[in-house]
């Protein structure tokens, strides 16, 4: 068993501003310890964390790939959490490449189809609409009607986003209804499956994994 990344220089205080690790994250490393096979097979080039929070996803996958393994990319909104994954990098002797933007908007056009793993733990709560969005911490879990207001703008960036290897994985709970989700991302040229879930008190947690279908790669 992988041990989870060292979060130590974070304090009480630090996730007043930023997303403290929760059964999502630990359900997340729990599932890429899972897929190491897959990942180590994978052998990534680039990878990519969407609102990386505090970085302790980013932190594990560095420590299953390797330091020297693919140039690890984190994006987050909030500012403060921005810095926090910058530092639990360094607390764990990796190395990630921080932006501080929306979603990947700064990543586009640059980045476009090089991408090999992309990993999201998306604002995902049924919350309303006008607390979607912030530069606060309430920007982690706010996810608007179903949950799937920050879901649904990010689907459309994954086929931009992948390689033709490439593979995706998301958190979601049952009210996001994944079935949908999954039927969405079919329609986009997506094979999916659902490699862990866990109940989290009265939440079902999933994560949903997304890979080209193999008519898509013909066509590419």
Known sequence: ????????????????????????????????????????????????????????????????????????????????????????????????????THLTTSLLPRLENQIDLVYFNPPYVLTPSEEVGSHSVEAAWAGGIDGREVIDEFLPFVKRLLSPKGVFYMVVVNENKPDDIREIMKQDGFDSSVVKTRLAGREKLFILKFVRSKEQQNQE
């Open 1 to 100: 068993m992988l041990p989870t990344p060292d979060l130590s220089h974070l304090k009480k205080k630090d996730y007043e501003f930023i997303y403290e690790p929760a059964e999502d994250t630990f359900l997340f490393l729990d599932a890429f310890e899972d897929e190491v096979p897959f990942l180590k097979e994978l052998n990534p080039i680039i990878s990519l964390e969407v609102g990386s929070g505090s970085g302790c996803v980013t932190a594990f996958v560095g420590k299953i790939l390797g330091e020297s393994c693919c140039l690890k990319f984190c994006t987050d909104i909030n500012p403060k959490a921005a810095r926090a994954t910058q530092g639990t990098a360094k607390q764990n002797q990796i190395t990630a490449e921080v932006v501080e």
